[in-house]
């Protein structure tokens, strides 16, 4: 299949199964004597419930039963916890108010759940949820995230005042205020990460099963790993975690939404032990604007200090982060640990201070996207330099050669007080303006003009830092229809982990990879995992098959021995062969492996034969880092943005298939351009959500993008022993201030130095009709 570093685009694996339609989504499953769940929803962004009437409701045709909070209060079922906790800049906790699974006095967004209506079909169960009477006294909403502090506006929470939710910093201030205090030049700027809605291919669904006689639940379920949701569903329910199940098949998409606990999971599991039948909710694409975790959603004051000779030396930001209504899963860590951690990205700052401010807004929760926090940080860093080099009118690829962490400095401790073990950034840059050609672009710039088309070109360098668990499970069994069953710890979402991790086993043990599966997303077969998120899964997993194919060799060579009647230090392993040294004997794995297997029914020491399992410890994070390079035209009569030249040049570590790796750049490219052109979320001033579909809500489209050029890099990584660094998270990092960049660059000469994301056409028309008219005047 492949070799480490020698790179091969080997097709997936798991291709032929999806574009035959035979992959298997959670809707897909249905179970014996299966009834439908629908939820009843807030209209309200925020209101006190006065009373809920479900007497004509629950005798509808079909209906079984239907749920409110007052039921799962008596059933002791507990709420959804935040798994994160945080202090305060004075050493306080932060807040952490309640969040139940339904609705209990109060409703703090739209489409925050109310009640749940269960019926024999999912018709019956719309529509006798539409006979539902609820009482509600609507109060005022807090829903812009610029003034949602402010003296006067509602309150959300008790457990909040003012709506702040944490007051956290990390950094230096002493330090930083001291290299300000003796800058020969600062530059700051004000900025929004807009708030975007996740959209994943596939939507959540929620199939719940109880087993009367040993008390076990299952649940069918999208996710990015089954075993936190087991943890924490064990907790909700005060039950011990044995008594779950949580299966996993393929998923249409993550982009970290799928990781979190949701209120549908918990109801439908309540649902299913109480009514004695399997339990399935399916979101609508209308509910999942609603109720998926919304991205991003940050309001940001930054500032760069630099010294006479243009070296940066600080960094100060203030953040104010949107978590919406309730604080979800992972919320307050995004803008806070995870971001902040690569603001001084790639450059040779000397002190970094960062102040973070939680907002509860009466909004969809937020909470981790595909880059979570990184792409935000890398935003404000890559904007501050822009706008510092035309201010001090030195190009903007010029001003990062002179601040980029050389070559020969690794490792390298940035001023956030992360270790860089490896990285050739300055060339890595070069190779991208190299591709694009970014010094006879003015040429290009001419042309365009000549059309009446505005072009410009922008750059950015991006540092990734990559996240999760801090161990990994693999699991390698030879089973008796001759195949190899590995079964791993994390979670494919469309990625490629089939091909990828089947490619190491082929090559470690020699065995072909039509003979291998890979086995994932069961909380029975496989008792732990870190699942898949902070793009951990080829180093943490890569780990795993590492050790664990190591201890297949070692127990192989001990039967081999045997087999060959020679001392187990005789013999040695390559290409799926054991052999006696220095001889032409030998025999392959398969044959050991079916030994063995033989052996352990009677008694054999090695009681698995050679099924092994290990447990990896990950030693270090990895920083994939990378420079996109964006040229666009702008038509100044529409405000229509076209990207027509993008190119990135990645270094992604040792690079086990570049075709999943290009893959992967492709999608993030895409979010991340989607994100600076064409998403946004929009709420009125009560909280109403006017971007609720499609119609109102721009996706990327194939036709919006030229070819993404994609040129690796290779810088291995020293912290682990494939060498790799994480791919899932990078495209999505580098593109926006990429894209933002080259708007920017397109609208200079009108006095232009910053847009903010989303620079959608009747944005940028407004922009320069209006800067024409001032220059006129």
Known sequence: MTKFGQSQPVRRVEDQRFITGKGRYADDISLPDMVQGVFLRSPHAHAKILKIDTT????????????????????????????????????????????????????????????????????????????????????????????????????????????????????????????????????????????????SMEARVSLAAFDKQTGRFALHVPTQGVWVLKKTLAKIFNLPEEKFAVYTDDVGGGFGMKIFIYPEQVLTLFAARALGRPVKWTSERSEAFLTDTHGRANLTHAEMALDKDNHFLALRVHNIADM??????????????????????????????????????????????????????????????????????IDRAELRRKNYIPADAFPWTSAMNLVYDSGDFANTAETALKAIDWAGFETRRAASAKRGLRRGIGMA???????????????????????????????????????????????????????????????????TGGGTGGARSLYSQGGALLSTSDAVIDKGKAMAAEMLETATGDIEFAAGRFAVAGTDRGIGIMEVAAEARKRAGVGYDQAAGLDTATDHQIQAITFPNGCHACEVEIDPATGVTQVVRYVVADDMGRV???TIVKGQIHGGVVQGVGQAIYEHVVYDNDGQLLTGSFTDYCLPRADNFPDIEVILCEVPCKTNPLGVKGAGEAGAVGSAPATISAIVDALADLGVSHVDMPATPLKLWQLINERQTQAAE
């Not at 906790?85 to 925050?112: E, I, Q, T, Y």
């Not at 709506?163 to 290299?179: H, I, P, T």
């Not at 929760?365 to 935000?376: H, I, K, L, N, S």
């Not at 990734?464 to 069953?485: K, M, S, W, Y």
Request: hydrophobic share 45%.
């Open 56 to 199: 004509e409701a629950k005798q509808a045709p079909g209906v079984l039963a239907v749920y409110t909070a007052a039921d799962l209060t008596a059933a002791n079922i507990g709420v959804l916890p935040c798994m994160i906790p945080l202090k305060n800049r004075d050493g306080s906790l932060r807040a952490d108010p309640p969040r139940p699974a339904l609705a209990d006095g109060m409703v703090r967004h739209v489409g925050d759940p109310v009640a749940f209506v269960v019926a024999e079909t999912a018709a019956q169960a719309r529509d006798a949820a539409e006979l539902i009477e609820v009482d509600y006294d609507s109060l005022p909403a807090a829903a812009n995230l610029a003034t949602a502090m402010d003296t006067g506006q509602p309150q959300i929470w008790p457990e909040a005042p003012n709506n702040r939710v944490f007051d956290w910093e990390v950094g230096d201030k002493a330090k930083v205020d001291g290299l300000f205090a003796g800058a020969a030049k600062t530059v700051k700027l004000t900025l929004e990460n807009n708030r975007i809605i996740v959209a």
């Open 324 to 393: 919406g209504a309730y604080l979800s899963t992972y919320a307050p860590m995004i803008p806070t640990m995870a971001g902040t951690k690569v603001l001084s990205s790639v450059y040779r700052f000397q002190a970094v201070h960062a102040r973070v401010e939680g907002v509860f807004t009466n909004t969809v929760p937020v909470d981790a996207y595909r880059g979570a926090g990184r792409p935000e940080s890398n935003y404000i860093m890559e904007r501050l330099i822009d706008i510092a080099a035309r201010e001090l009118k």
């Open 656 to 658: 086990i298939n570049p």
């Open 461 to 527: 360098y991006y540092l990734e830092a990559t996240g999760g668990a801090p161990t990994e499970r693999a699991e390698i069994r030879f089973a008796e229809d001759g195949l190899v069953d590995v079964y791993v710890g994390t979670q494919s979402t469309g990625q490629g982990h089939e091909t990828a991790y089947t490619g190491i086993i082929s090559e470690l043990l020699g065995i072909s990879a039509d003979m291998i599966r890979i086995r994932q997303g069961d909380s029975d077969m496989i008792p």
